[in-house]
């Protein structure tokens, strides 16, 4: 069973961090491109970070650069996404997803994905 799931979301002040856990189950880590998702209220979902484990390639919004890492740990299937300087904007439902043989400045400015995590919310308050 393929299964993406999340962890690590939460209700956080501006300027504060978090990370989110996404762990893996089911298909082949590396042969997949992993992404952090978000959709805000009223917004089209945006591509936040990509990362492609076998080769290190990775992508970010620009509206997260400098403030957001992505990373992956193949030992546990995991993805991690380590929010800091979180503004009120960062308020989303963020999902972690998974593309086949993705190349992460495309498929992080993308519309789809083979798998979808159920979403993990994170709100971030004044």
């Known amino acids: 069973e393929v299964r993406l799931v999340e962890s690590g979301g939460g209700l956080v002040q501006v300027g504060g961090s978090l990370r989110l856990s996404c762990a893996s189950s089911?298909?082949?880590?590396?042969?997949?491109?992993f992404g952090w998702f978000r959709r805000a209220p009223g917004k089209e979902r945006e591509g936040v970070s990509c990362?492609?484990?076998?080769?290190?390639?990775?992508h970010y919004a620009n509206s997260v650069k400098g403030r957001f890492t992505i990373t992956s740990d193949n030992a546990t299937n995991t993805v991690y996404l380590q929010m800091n300087d979180l503004k009120p904007e960062d308020t989303a439902v963020y999902y972690c997803?998974?593309?086949?043989?993705?190349?992460?400045?495309?498929?992080?400015?993308?519309?789809?994905?083979?798998?979808w995590g159920q979403g993990i919310q994170v709100t971030v308050s004044s």
């Open positions: 089911g298909f082949d880590f590396d042969d997949y491109a």
């Open positions: 997803a998974a593309e086949w043989r993705g190349f992460p400045p495309y498929y992080c400015r993308g519309p789809r994905s083979d798998y």
């Open positions: 990362i492609r484990n076998t080769d290190g390639i990775i």
